[in-house]
C-alpha cells in the first residue's frame, strides 16, 4: 500500500480547464507546462509541482496551492485572489501584476520572486521568507506581515497603508516613497534600510530598530514611538510635527533640518552628531 500511495503522489496529475478562447481541454500538470490564460478557478491543486510552468494571466481564483512547488514559475497577471498558497514554494517565481488580494501565503518561500505592481492586498505573508524579493508598486494594504522574513528586498513605493508588521525582518529593505501612514510596527528589523522620503503619518512603532536607516525628508507626523532606535540613522529634513516619542533613542542620528513642532518628549533626548 505504501508504495503504491507513493507512486499516485509522483505520477502527473491531470486537469480539464477552460482555455482563453472558452474550450473546455484536459491537461497535464507537469513542470514546464504551458498553462498561460487557462482558468482553474477553484481546483485543488495541494502539493502539486508546476516548477518552471507558464501560468501567465491564469485564472487561479480560490485555488489550493498549499505545498506545491512553483519555483521559477512565470505568473504574471495571474488572478490568484482568495487562494491557499501555505508553505508554496515561489522562489525565483515571477508575479508582475498578479492579483494576490486576500490570498493565504503563510510560511512560504517567496525568495528572489518577481512581485512588482502585484496587489496584495489583505494578503497574509506572516512567518514567510521573502528575501531579495522585487515589490517596487506593489500594494500590501491591510496585508499582515507577522515574523516575515524581507531582508534586502525592494518594497520601493509600496502601499502598505494600515498593514501589519510584527517581529518582521526588514534588514537593508528598500522602502523609499512607501506609504506606511496608520501602520502598527511592532518589534521589526529596519536596520540599514532605506525610508527616504516614506509616509509613516499616524503610524505606532514599538521597540523597532531603525540604526543606520537611510530616512532623509521621512513623513512621521503623528506617529507614537516607544523604545524606538535611531541610533546613526539620517533622519535629515525628517518631519515629526505632534510626534510622541518615549524611550527613543537617536545617537549619533543625523537630525539636520528635523521639525518637531508639538512634538512631546518623554525619557527621549533629539541628541544627534
Known sequence: MGNQEKSDANSDRTLFVKTADGKIVERILEQGADLA?????GANLRDVTLAGCDLTEAVLVGVDLSGAILTGAT?????????????TN????????ADLTGCSLE????????????NLTMADLSYSICDNVHLSGACLNKARLIRTIMNESDLSDTDMIDAELSGTLLFGAD?????????KI????LRMAALTDADLTNA??????????????????????????FSRADLSGADLTDAELVEV????ADLTKVRTKGARLQDTELIGR
Do not use: C, P, Q, W
Not at 175 to 183: D, Q
Open 37 to 41: 490564460g487557462v482558468d482553474m478557478t
Open 75 to 87: 505568473m504574471d497577471r495571474a488572478r490568484l485572489s482568495n487562494s491557499k498558497l501555505v508553505r
Open 90 to 97: 515561489l522562489m525565483r517565481a515571477s508575479l508582475v501584476e
Open 107 to 118: 510560511k512560504a518561500t517567496i525568495y528572489k520572486a518577481d512581485l512588482r505592481s502585484a
Open 175 to 183: 522602502l523609499s516613497r512607501a506609504k506606511l501612514f496608520g501602520n
Open 186 to 189: 511592532r518589534m521589526v528589523d
Open 204 to 229: 505606532r512603532i514599538v521597540g523597532t530598530n531603525f540604526s543606520g536607516a537611510k530616512m532623509a525628508n521621512v513623513n512621521l507626523k503623528n506617529i507614537l514611538a516607544e523604545k524606538v532606535n
Open 249 to 252: 533613542i537617536t545617537y549619533h
